[in-house]
């Protein structure tokens, strides 16, 4: 059974950094991992994803603050963010897709956290 847990989250000043753990078990097969977060009132929106081949897409809003990266030896996807604002407060969610390209949709994404609260302020 595959497990997601988060942990890393906390409350920072806006321009502060934090970084995202997500240890995953249960499986064996290299798959596109993502973060994914959601604020009050709005939809779950995508992050950043990393593909089998570790190829990185992210959300334009987070492009040049946000790092996704994964020691697969440890089993641990990351989320480094920097320079945060206050507009990235939210449940932030890591999620693990049943394949090995990343899908379009975060429907597609079987297996998801509990997740793991950020708030900035400024």
């Known amino acids: 059974q595959v497990q997601l847990v988060e942990s890393g989250g906390g409350s920072v000043q806006a321009g502060g950094s934090l970084r995202l753990s997500c240890a995953a078990s249960g499986y064996t097969y290299t798959a596109c991992m993502g973060w994914f977060r959601q604020a009050p009132g709005k939809e779950r929106e995508r992050v950043a994803t990393?593909?089998?081949?570790?190829?990185?897409t992210y959300a334009d809003s987070v492009k040049g603050r946000f790092t996704i990266s994964q020691d697969k030896a440890k089993h641990t996807l990351y989320l480094q963010m920097n320079s945060l604002k206050p507009e990235d407060t939210a449940m932030y969610y890591c999620?693990?897709?049943?394949?090995?390209?990343?899908?379009?949709?975060?429907?597609?994404?079987?297996?998801w956290g509990q997740g793991t609260q950020v708030t900035v302020s400024s």
């Open positions: 999620a693990k897709a049943p394949s090995f390209g990343c899908p379009a949709r975060k429907y597609d994404y079987t297996y």
């Open positions: 990393i593909d089998g081949l570790a190829v990185t």
